[in-house]
Structure formats: structure tokens, C-alpha cells
T-cell receptor
Framework: DGGITQSPKYLFRKEGQNVTLSCEQNLNHDAMYWYRQDPGQGLRLIYYSQIVNDFQKGDIAEGYSVSREKKESFPLTVTSAQKNPTAFYLC?????????FGPGTRLTVT | QQQVKQSPQSLIVQKGGISIINCAYENTAFDYFPWYQQFPGKGPALLIAIRPDVSEKKEGRFTISFNKSAKQFSLHIMDSQPGDSATYFCAASSAREYGNKLVFGAGTILRVKS
């Protein structure tokens, strides 16, 4: 059963805490992406990675960090430096056939 | 240069009608134009995509029309159904740019009335 999994579906954290969102894919895709979606808005690119051990900043990377130690995994850490972290976070991977999204993680920071 | 402008912001269509969503771009290097469908609380799902070598692509009730000279593309949903009620995003990318990053439109909320 191939696909992209994100966990957990809902995540609650206190302000000032770092939190790591998981993204795993078994599609054998080289490229992976993290997006942020705010209510009523489009998708904004946070980080992306074309190959293992390499990643690039997207449009809104400040306050976030990533790693790509394995092809299948691309975790995103939301640090305490992110001023407004409450959002819906989407992970995606892509091949020549297109870019495919995971189910998302809704992060709430209070 | 990198923007994709999507309209309308929201759309209400009667069941059985045609839903039309439009997108415009500036970057002539864009060579891949997908459409995504997103239901509340879910990740976007790739619906249909087109490349500039064709002017139209049809998959079931969904059709993309592409006008390269006008730098515009649109999604047509024929015989719209209440189950089509969702948010639709257009996007564009260029194989020439590292990362093949998608640039997304702001989205259109479609409601199909039964």
C-alpha cells in the first residue's frame, strides 16, 4: 500500500517548545516538500529536498528546520523562533508523474 | 514573475452545471500545470495536469484548457455534483528550475448546490 504518511494528525504544543512533524513515503520518490496552509489560503513552500542529505529553503523557511537522512523520511521541526506556528502542515513527494500530498498535520500552539 | 493568479475566489454552481475556474501566469518557463482538489481537513489530491504541447486534456468530467499565448489555463468540471464541492488549486512549475517547485494559486472554493 504505497503512499505518504504524516503523523500525528493533530498536534498541540505550548509556545516556546520545538515540535517535530513526521513525513514518510514508500513511493521511492527522490523529491520531498513541506508546505504550510493557513485558513482560506493557498500553500506556501517551507523546505524541499531533491536528494538525500540535501535540502533547500522555500519561501517561508524562517523558524523551521528539516533533515533528509533517508530517502523515505523528511521530518520538519517547527522551532520556537517561528512567530506564528499554528497551521496545517502538508508534506509531499514527487516523481515525473506529479507531486502527491500526505494527509497533513494540524499543529496548534497555545 | 512567479505568481499564479486564480479566479474566482469562490463559486456556487447548480447540480448538473459546468464549473469553470481560471488561472493566469507570467513565467514563460512554466511547463507543467496541475490542478488539485482538496476536501476540508485533507491533503490536496492531484486531479489532472497538462503540459504546453497540448491545448486541452480531458479526464472524465474534468477538462483542462490551456492557452499558451494568453498564458492562461482553466479547469472545467462538467455535470458538477455535490461531491465535487471542495477547494481547487491550480499550480505551475518549470523543469528548468532546480527542485521542480510548484507555484500555487490562492484556491477556489466550489460549492455545488443539489
Amino acid at each position: 500500500d504505497g503512499g505518504i504518511t504524516q503523523s500525528p494528525k493533530y498536534l498541540f504544543r505550548k509556545e516556546g517548545q520545538n515540535v517535530t512533524l513526521s513525513c514518510e513515503q514508500n513511493l521511492n520518490h527522490d523529491a520531498m516538500y513541506w508546505y504550510r496552509q493557513d485558513p482560506g489560503q493557498g500553500l506556501r513552500l517551507i523546505y524541499y529536498s531533491q536528494i538525500v542529505n540535501d535540502f533547500q529553503k522555500g519561501d517561508i523557511a524562517e523558524g523551521y528546520s528539516v533533515s533528509r537522512e533517508k530517502k523515505e523520511s523528511f521530518p520538519l521541526t517547527v522551532t520556537s523562533a517561528q512567530k506564528n506556528p499554528t497551521a496545517f502542515y502538508l508534506c509531499a513527494s514527487s516523481s515525473h508523474l506529479g507531486q502527491y500530498f500526505g494527509p497533513g498535520t494540524r499543529l496548534t500552539v497555545t | 514573475q512567479q505568481q499564479v493568479k486564480q479566479s474566482p475566489q469562490s463559486l456556487i454552481v447548480q447540480k448538473g452545471g459546468i464549473s469553470i475556474i481560471n488561472c493566469a501566469y507570467e513565467n514563460t518557463a512554466f511547463d507543467y500545470f496541475p490542478w488539485y482538489q482538496q476536501f476540508p481537513g485533507k491533503g490536496p489530491a492531484l486531479l489532472i495536469a497538462i503540459r504546453p504541447d497540448v491545448s486541452e486534456k480531458k479526464e472524465g468530467r474534468f477538462t483542462i484548457s490551456f492557452n499558451k499565448s494568453a498564458k492562461q489555463f482553466s479547469l472545467h468540471i462538467m455535470d458538477s455534483q455535490p461531491g465535487d464541492s471542495a477547494t481547487y488549486f491550480c499550480a505551475a512549475s518549470s523543469a528548468r528550475e532546480y527542485g521542480n517547485k510548484l507555484v500555487f494559486g490562492a484556491g477556489t472554493i466550489l460549492r455545488v448546490k443539489s
